[in-house]
């Protein structure tokens, strides 16, 4: 079960897919509705950056509103705007005056938070 979204301009189209193993029961109503709800907030969210909207805290405003995305902390915010900005963990970490593992588990958490595996996935998705 999946959607993609297509970012006008970009050239980029990207999918978003929920997938079952062959042993594995099938899709429940409620994993149908959950899909459809992600679908209609990122459906949304696409359409908007769409129309420039491409202020980080705005974006990250909107996405921490959607379903299925739970909110940053401060820290965490300021970590995910130095990650937007490419900064390392070495480099957060001395500017926050923090060790660069504790910045590395913020971004793990932001990671979480906003549902991407890495930082491209997480630049694309707070500075489109």
Do not use: Q, W
């Not at 996405?63 to 940053?72: C, D, Y």
């Not at 390392?88 to 938070?113: C, W």
């Amino acid at each position: 079960m999946g959607a993609g979204f297509v970012r006008t301009g970009s050239g980029k189209t990207h999918i978003l897919v929920v997938n079952r193993g062959r042993t594995d029961r099938p899709f429940s109503e409620r994993d149908m509705k959950n899909m459809k709800s992600m679908i209609t907030a990122f459906s949304e969210l696409y359409s908007r950056l769409d129309e420039g909207e491409d202020d980080f805290a705005a974006n990250l405003r909107r996405l921490e509103s959607l379903p299925g995305f739970t909110g940053l902390s401060r820290r965490e915010t300021v970590v995910c705007r130095m990650l937007s900005n490419r900064m390392t963990s070495r480099n957060i970490g001395k500017i926050l005056r923090i060790s660069p593992r504790t910045a590395e588990r913020h971004v793990l958490n932001i990671y979480t938070k906003l549902n991407v595996s890495n930082r491209r996935e997480l630049i694309e998705l707070v500075r489109p």
